[in-house]
């Protein structure tokens, strides 16, 4: 079986966009996943990238399960929660920028109640709550794919 990867998504500019970023630095420096990881707060991927990584996974990692990570916003009651979805996701609906889906397992947090201005909306997340949510997202990833090198491949 070939080595799942993790696309984390978002910029280190603005704090509540920061969330894909801080997952993958806690993946390659906290936990050291057995998986490809690309994002991090020194190298995003984001809106000016992110086409580019989408047609490198396709090309390079064809076979490999990806999980995609993302911070969004949502309703008010949903503030904080991380959602989880078996499709993949789609980046940038925040901004209103739909740069397409990518990955079979898709990972959102929300970060931020959605408004008229969801970009000040972003910028006003407090540090903690992305970083609790970072730190929870992390350890899921971590564990699924300690699971995944656990389970017999398929012939």
Known sequence: ?????????????????????MVADLLKERYS???????????PVNGVNYTRYAAFLNERHRESLVIAVDACVGDKRD??????????LKAGGALNKNLGAIGDIGI???????????????MSVPFALVERMS??????????????????ARA
Not at 1 to 21: A, E, K, Q, T, W
Not at 33 to 43: D, N, Q
Not at 135 to 151: N, Q, S
Request: charged share 20%.
């Open 1 to 21: 079986m070939s080595l799942p990867v993790v696309i984390c998504i978002g910029s280190s500019g603005v704090v509540g966009d920061s969330l894909g970023p």
């Open 33 to 43: 996943i057995p998986a490809y990881v690309y994002g991090g707060l020194r190298a």
């Open 79 to 88: 503030v904080g929660k991380i959602k989880y979805s078996s499709r993949g």
């Open 108 to 122: 959102l947090g929300v970060v931020a109640e959605r408004s008229a201005d969801n970009l000040n909306a972003l």
């Open 135 to 152: 730190f929870a997202i992390a350890r899921k990833i971590a564990m699924l794919v300690d699971e995944l090198r656990k389970t017999p």
